[in-house]
């Protein structure tokens, strides 16, 4: 049998990493800025992490959804903890669009409702209501059901108004990234997300902040609309939660009433990844990640700005779009081959950056050193 042949792969193979660096298996060091797609928030082989998920393997590494498991509950406290979520309600699952297929069904049981508002630019997952919300016809399937879902120009106060005057009693609910990620890093502005707030709150609309990508620390809050202020009625997240174990989970508001059976999955809140979670958790508050991720954030989209050949830098903490004006792919190969840089990119020509939160400043420097060099050869 052979692999499904569905990501194009640099002929690399990487055999070991720590913290912000990683090795192939010829002992070349790279310097690793994407994380695997945000997934590594504490850097890799974090000695915490490694002896927590260590000794519960050693103890127990799953049991069914049918036992009590304290460690969910302990996850939930320091979840509600660490997001200042305390009141909320967690149900944990196993990737993003798992989380926001759950929030959107979550939020139709609620109001009883069909149509859910999606953006522009918007990346919610592949399986079927999250890649209906998805901006990319590519990957929704005739068998995907787009037809309640109402796509909207993003950051557009006006078009928003304008569809809750006109059916705002059909809305159920109302899914955005407060940094859309595959979308380009574009940052919902704050006043966009204060008005979305208020019209969720006029229409009885349930507020779905995707925060699988630009949550978990990463904008140097832990959700992103905690900038605007902004509580929503349901966050969803993944990625960063499990440093790289399938883990994932909805934070939802009290108002929501759940009954047994309601929502589901076998591996869900299995004991490793609760392990993995509550690892995560204690390291970026013991290492005080998102003040790091705030910090080397704000170097590097100041020091990026002050870059000539670069068209604009967009992001906050450590979610950065650079937005550069010739082709990508040769920059980023030149960054990866040359220099030994993981990067990611958007379309159409966006560098972006998704490095671990405690990322260092001489790793941020030896990035710029080598994009100038990059961009100026
Ligand atoms: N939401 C956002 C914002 C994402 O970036 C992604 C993954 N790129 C997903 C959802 C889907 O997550 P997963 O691949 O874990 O299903």
């Known amino acids: 049998m052979k692999l499904f042949d569905v990501y194009p792969l640099n002929p690399i193979e990487i055999t070991k990493g720590q913290g912000s660096l990683v090795?192939?298996?010829?002992?070349?060091?790279?310097?690793?800025?994407?994380?695997?797609?945000?997934?590594?928030?504490?850097?890799?082989?974090?000695p915490h992490y490694v002896q927590r998920l260590t000794d519960?393997?050693?103890?127990?590494?799953?049991?069914?959804?049918?036992?009590?498991?304290?460690?969910?509950?302990q996850l939930a406290e320091l979840l509600g903890k660490v997001s200042g979520k305390a009141d909320n309600q967690l149900f944990l699952c196993n990737s993003g669009a798992e989380a926001n297929e759950n929030a959107l069904k979550l939020a139709s049981f609620y109001n009883g409702r069909k149509k859910v508002i999606a953006f522009k630019g918007a990346f919610h997952g592949r399986t079927s209501l999250a890649v209906s919300c998805t901006d990319n016809p590519k990957i929704v399937a005739p068998v995907n059901q787009t037809e309640n879902i109402i796509f909207l120009p993003h950051n557009d106060e006006t078009a928003l108004e304008r569809i809750f005057s006109e059916s705002g009693n059909e809305i159920s609910a109302?899914?955005?990234?407060?940094?859309?990620?595959?979308?380009?890093?574009?940052?919902?502005?704050?006043?966009?997300?204060?008005k979305l707030r208020s019209l969720c709150d006029q229409y009885n609309a349930v507020y779905i902040a995707d925060s699988v990508q630009c949550g978990y620390g990463r904008s140097g809050k832990f959700y992103s609309?905690?900038?605007?202020?902004?509580?929503?009625?349901?966050?969803?997240?993944?990625?960063?939660?499990?440093?790289?174990?399938?883990?994932?989970?909805?934070?939802?508001a009290p108002k929501f009433k759940p009954w047994h059976g309601m929502l589901g999955t076998t591996f869900g809140g299995n004991h490793l990844a609760c392990a993995a979670a509550v690892a995560v958790l204690e390291v970026i508050e013991n290492d005080k990640l998102m003040e790091n991720?705030?910090?080397?954030?704000?170097?590097?989209?100041?020091?990026?700005?002050?870059?000539?050949?670069?068209?604009?830098?967009?992001g906050r903490g450590l979610m950065i779009g650079i937005d550069l004006p010739e082709e990508l792919s040769h920059v980023k190969k030149d960054l990866l081959f040359k220099h030994h840089i993981f990067t990611g990119e958007s379309k159409p020509n966006v560098l972006r950056l998704l490095p671990a939160l405690n990322l260092k400043r001489e790793h941020a420097d030896r990035f710029l050193d080598a994009l100038n060099k990059t961009l100026n050869q």
Not at 60 to 66: A, E, H, T
Not at 306 to 313: G, P, S
């Open 56 to 73: 519960q393997l050693h103890k127990i590494g799953f049991y069914s959804n049918s036992v009590e498991i304290p460690l969910q509950s």
């Open 293 to 314: 991720a705030r910090t080397i954030g704000s170097y590097l989209i100041e020091e990026l700005s002050k870059l000539d050949k670069i068209c604009e830098v967009r």
């Open 174 to 194: 109302v899914i955005i990234e407060g940094i859309q990620g595959v979308g380009g890093i574009r940052v919902a502005t704050e006043s966009f997300l204060q």
């Open 23 to 46: 090795w192939d298996n010829k002992g070349q060091e790279y310097l690793d800025l994407y994380g695997g797609h945000a997934v590594i928030s504490i850097g890799h082989t974090h």
């Open 225 to 252: 609309h905690d900038f605007a202020g902004v509580e929503a009625d349901i966050y969803t997240m993944a990625k960063g939660m499990g440093n790289g174990f399938p883990v994932a989970g909805i934070s939802i």
